[in-house]
């Protein structure tokens, strides 16, 4: 199947710093990637999508200036976490659709960001 | 984003059937989907189905609609110890745009 890798997979910071999560499609092409923020409680919230060479659209709620989402070519998608505080500790995951795909999404294993 | 609602736990016996049930919101879902997450692991995608089916069944699994309602089920037939899991539902829109995640129902399956 479709592998998606996401690095790193542990990142723990000082508050105020800016930390940047890598998501790969290894081998094939995802014209869509999206980033989930998933809490405590199992729930996967969506908060941004994203397509190659154009602006992510957020969700309602999602500061944009403090989720950077990049997503420079067909197969990587940046977050960027800017000057993260305590309340962005939380696990993020990616996910791709290939532009073949019905619509069947591939995730990554996640990143766990701590802040402290 | 659009409301979809999973109950977070469901314990069952080996070799029993497990009902694991969701509920949205979104009237224009188009596809709506079971993907499982085992620990330590990323989301797979179990099955799905389309918003114009009333039932989709594969191996073990059935997949039941009611559009109406707005509610989808997934049945686990003969349900194994390996099937312990976190089962997520979600919804996405004709043209795959968004995919919202429900929290997801922890499976626990007892010897």
């Known amino acids: 199947g479709a592998v998606v890798s996401q690095h790193p997979s542990w990142v723990i910071c000082k508050s105020g710093t800016s930390v940047k999560i890598e998501c790969r499609s290894l081998?094939?092409?995802?014209?869509?990637m999206f980033w989930y923020r998933q809490f405590p409680k199992q729930s996967l919230m969506l908060m941004a999508t994203?397509?190659?060479?154009?602006?992510?659209?957020?969700e309602q709620g999602v500061e944009k200036d403090k989720f950077l989402i990049n997503h420079a070519s067909l197969t990587l998608s940046t977050l960027t976490v800017t000057s993260a505080h305590p309340e962005d500790s939380s696990f993020y995951i990616c996910?791709?659709?290939?532009?073949?795909?019905?619509?069947?999404?591939?995730f990554g294993e996640g990143s766990r960001l701590t802040v402290l | 984003g659009e409301d979809v609602e999973q109950s977070l736990f469901l314990s069952v016996r080996e070799g029993d059937s497990s009902v694991i049930n969701c509920t949205y919101t979104?009237?224009?879902?188009?596809?709506l989907y079971w993907y499982k997450q085992e620990p330590g692991a990323g989301l797979q995608l179990l099955t799905y189905?389309?918003?114009?089916?009333d039932m989709k069944q594969d191996q073990r699994l059935t997949v039941l609609l009611n559009k109406k309602d707005k509610h989808l089920s997934l049945r686990i037939a003969d349900t194994q110890t390996g099937d312990s899991a976190i089962y997520f539902c979600?919804?996405?829109?004709?043209?795959?745009?968004?995919?919202?995640f429900g929290s997801g129902t922890k499976l626990n399956v007892k010897p």
């Open positions: 996910s791709a659709r290939p532009g073949t795909s019905f619509g069947e999404l591939f």
């Open positions: 979104d009237s224009s879902s188009t596809y």
């Open positions: 979600a919804e996405s829109p004709y043209n795959f745009n968004k995919f919202y």
């Open positions: 081998d094939f092409q995802a014209t869509t």
């Open positions: 189905i389309f918003s114009n089916m």
């Open positions: 994203s397509n190659e060479g154009s602006k992510a659209t957020y």
